[in-house]
């Protein structure tokens, strides 16, 4: 079997861990794996491989192009949708934004935003499904749209989003495609002085553990089921070498939940009596817990300027 999945991303690392778990439990598959990354061209040794079955991102037309004239089964886990005839698996993403919104609903949050990248199908779904979350309480929400002619890491870009995130109304939970956006959400903010998660919560998508401590602050994140995404994918391809028939099967894999640090751990209170109590229970737990959860509360008080209540010093 070959695996046309890249290994420079957490998610489809996560895909590639749940393929491996099927493999172990049910039989000793013998598979190709070729190290290459998002968008590659396809390997010269797919045109006369000899293999019985190929799991695929399929993220390019070049790739779909030399897929199409195989006659093995396949399954792909892109949701780029390229060859609609094949059975596809993809995390859930409509339940992934849901995870999130409700994340920074819960957080009192009155503004919301989206930061997202318009290449891309899972993007554009979760953008579509957020904005509905937010705005069926009559919230408004504002989405990010790159311009084009910048690529992923031009900084010209983080600096376009900066001056997007500036004038964004303030405090607001901004819920980034994934957690690269998202840690290009964070360097934006410190760009323009925006206080995270004080004036700006940040919540990405993937929970890539390394990228999401190396941000600064360390990045909430949803926690898509890659595991199982992969697992599932390598079982119907087991099915399909076995005379299963599947064409153009959709699967959505549910998420496992969400990974909070520092970049949402906070609660955006209007009223300033409310925040004061809440402050005042922070400050009780303190003694009850070793390791209590970080609270920053806002207010308004009449038109005047966002102040945040903060308990008495306690020695």
């Known amino acids: 079997m070959a695996l046309l999945v890249e290994t420079s991303n957490a998610y489809a690392r996560g895909l590639l861990r749940g393929i491996v778990s099927y493999i172990r439990e049910h039989r000793p598959w013998s598979l190709y794996l070729s190290e290459h990354n998002r968008g590659d ?155 995270v998660p004080d004036d700006a919560a940040v919540i990405g998508v993937d929970n890539d553990d390394l990228l999401c401590e190396l941000s600064d602050p360390p990045l909430s994140s949803v926690i898509p089921n890659t595991n199982r995404t992969g697992y599932e994918a390598a079982k119907l391809l087991d099915e399909m070498m076995s005379g299963h028939q599947a064409r153009g099967e959709t699967h959505l894999i549910t998420p496992l939940g969400i990974a909070t640090r520092q970049s949402t751990d906070v609660l955006a209170i209007d009223d300033r009596n409310v925040a004061c109590l809440v402050v005042r229970r922070e400050v009780a737990s303190l003694d009850r817990a070793a390791r209590p959860r970080r609270a920053l509360r806002h207010w308004r008080a009449g038109t005047g300027p966002r102040a945040r209540p903060r308990p008495h010093r306690r020695d």
Request: hydrophobic share 45%.
């Open 41 to 195: 061209k396809p390997p010269r040794w797919l045109a006369h491989w000899g293999g019985h079955g190929i799991i695929a991102r399929i993220e390019n037309a070049a790739i779909a192009e030399a897929l199409r004239r195989i006659t093995i089964p396949i399954v792909d886990v892109s949701a780029a949708r390229l060859i609609p005839a094949l059975p596809w698996f993809e995390t859930d993403d409509g339940a992934i934004a849901h995870l999130a919104a409700d994340h920074l609903l819960e957080r009192g949050f009155k503004y919301f935003a989206y930061a997202g990248d318009g290449r891309f199908n899972w993007s554009n779904w979760r953008c579509e499904h957020f904005q509905n979350c937010i705005r069926a309480p009559g919230r408004e929400c504002f989405v990010y749209r790159p311009p084009k002619g910048f690529s992923l890491e031009d900084e010209q870009q983080v600096d376009h989003l900066a001056r997007w995130i500036k004038d964004l109304p303030k405090p607001v939970g901004v819920m980034a495609c994934y957690d690269f956006r998202g840690q290009q959400v964070l360097d934006a903010c410190r760009r323009v002085g925006v206080a």
